[in-house]
């Protein structure tokens, strides 16, 4: 029963947000994750404010509220479609990053006698860790985190010289490594297998468009055939006949779309930017979407931009690649391509 009321729960964030994420796994997960800790995290900042949990002082009472600030801030902006849901969520585990290393370093210069918070943050920041790795961030975030928490354990170790920090230090060092190694890896993994499967997805679609012939013309004519009496060997060759003949605009526009999907699968998408290195990764980004033969309103969609920015982009390309206003953007990209292929061939 509860199960069921948290399927409902999520179908229904799911439901309100549509238009702010994707339909994928990947960016649902994200969501669950962003809206919990956020709201998790707003909620346990206002207690302390109000003086009902976690320690008090001037200090904490700074800290919680920009905290809280850059936690909400970081919502509206996700709300309000200034920031995709990947930035807001790296934006959220920065904060809190921030605000444990901070405690750590105010904890270690100021109020040595609570120390054991120290530890306590350590486990928050390994937490961390392993919420950017469900989140399926990119493996070097997952890396710099673990690399600016243990210099900064060190640095309090270090400067406390506390028996409980000397008893805890490589236990705590050594879960940490364990935690971003396994959560590097895993990250690397799941991009690998993510991308591999939207290339799947891709092709399936596109040799699906390839043979996309009337299904219910031919089973007005299979249901014909039966009334009509006609024997088996007769309904093939009638279907025979009805393929062969459905036009040859049927058979010249199968031709048209694979020999398209020919030349757009001979593209390495990977290495756009070895093709085009004087461009910016938002340029890039266009050009690669422009070779895959999406329109303009397909390109902004995808990359939730306006077409006066997309347009601006695409003249940019133009103005880079010294491709005249009279000649096609895509037409141009491919004989580029074409030609850096042939004289320069990437290597494998």
């Known amino acids: 029963m509860e199960k069921q009321k948290n399927n409902k729960l999520h179908r229904q964030l799911f439901v309100s947000l549509r238009h702010h994420v994707g339909d994928s796994f990947i960016e649902k997960q994200r969501l669950l994750i962003y809206i919990y800790v956020s709201i998790g ?7 302390n404010l109000i003086g009902l949990s976690g320690p008090m002082g001037k200090y904490y ?25 990947e930035n807001a969520i790296i934006g959220l585990m ?40 469900l989140s399926h961030l990119k493996p070097s975030i997952i890396s710099i985190q673990t690399l600016i928490s243990l210099i900064v354990y060190t640095i309090c170790c270090f400067t406390l010289n506390d028996s409980i920090q ?14 971003g190694f396994l959560g590097y890896h895993l990250t690397r993994k799941l991009t690998s297998i993510t991308q591999i499967n939207n290339n799947l997805e891709q092709i399936q679609k596109e040799m699906i468009s390839l043979f996309n012939i009337d299904k219910n013309h031919i ?13 088996e060997q007769q309904t093939n060759q009638y279907l025979k006949i009805l393929l062969e003949n459905q036009g040859t605009p049927r058979q010249k526009s199968i031709e048209n779309h694979i020999a398209k999907w020919h030349e757009q699968t001979r593209i390495d998408y990977q290495n756009i930017k070895s093709f085009f290195p004087e461009l910016s990764p938002s340029e890039q980004e266009i050009t690669t979407l422009i070779l895959k033969g999406y329109q303009l309103k397909e390109i902004c969609s995808l990359t939730d931009k306006k077409e006066s920015n997309v347009n601006c982009q695409r003249s940019n390309i133009r103005r880079k690649l010294q491709i005249p206003p009279e000649k096609k953007l895509r037409h141009a990209l491919l004989q580029t391509i074409t030609q850096k292929t042939i004289f320069h061939p990437q290597s494998s």
């Open 41 to 47: 995290g707003g909620v346990l900042l206002i207690l």
């Open 219 to 231: 089973n007005h004519y299979i249901r014909q055939s039966h009334t009509q009496g006609l024997t």
């Open 94 to 133: 920065s904060v809190c990053q921030l605000f444990c290393i901070s405690e750590m370093l105010f904890i270690t210069f100021t109020l040595q006698n609570y120390a054991i918070l120290i530890i306590g943050n350590m486990i928050l920041l390994i937490g961390i860790i392993f919420l950017s790795t």
């Open 61 to 85: 009472f700074i800290a919680n509220s920009i905290n809280l600030f850059f936690i909400t801030f970081l919502l509206l902006a996700f709300l309000r479609k200034y920031i995709n849901l």
């Open 166 to 179: 000397t008893r805890t230090y490589g236990v705590l060092v050594i879960t940490f490594i364990l935690s």
